[in-house]
């Protein structure tokens, strides 16, 4: 029986490169997520390499050189990480300072509510 030809075409990644993947996912500040769509692949293929991975079904070669324009891509999106973590503790503290701000207007006020009823009886 012949060959179905589809229409897709599979991209084929070398070694090298499906190591490197699974590598850089392995590293604590990123998500397979995060590699996935830095590499432009399916995070469920880079789970799959990973499986891979620890099954040994790779030749574990050391790869020196990263996929062109990967590890710069990499690089600025472990920056904004770092950086919306940032603004997410800024804005919490923000909101802290807020609450005490509001607690401080509250607490004045009951103090001269009651400081000035002590006038109305002499007289």
Excluded at 7 to 34: D, I, L, P
Excluded at 81 to 109: G, P, T, Y
Aim: hydrophobic content about 30%.
């Amino acid at each position: 029986m012949p060959k179905m030809l589809s229409g897709k075409k599979t991209q084929r990644y070398s070694v090298e490169f499906k190591v490197k993947a699974v590598e850089w996912s392995y590293q604590a500040h990123r998500s397979v997520k995060g590699v996935a769509e830095a590499l432009d692949i399916h995070p469920f293929m880079l789970s799959r390499w990973r499986k891979e991975y620890r099954e040994g079904k790779f030749a574990m070669k050391r790869v020196k050189k990263a996929p062109a324009g990967a590890k710069e891509l990499m690089k600025e999106r472990d920056e904004i990480n770092r950086l919306k973590r940032r603004v997410s503790e800024l804005q919490e503290e923000n909101d802290i300072l807020k609450k005490f701000q509001r607690f401080q207007a509250e607490e004045r006020r009951k103090r001269s509510d009651s400081s000035g009823n002590t006038g109305e009886n002499m007289g």
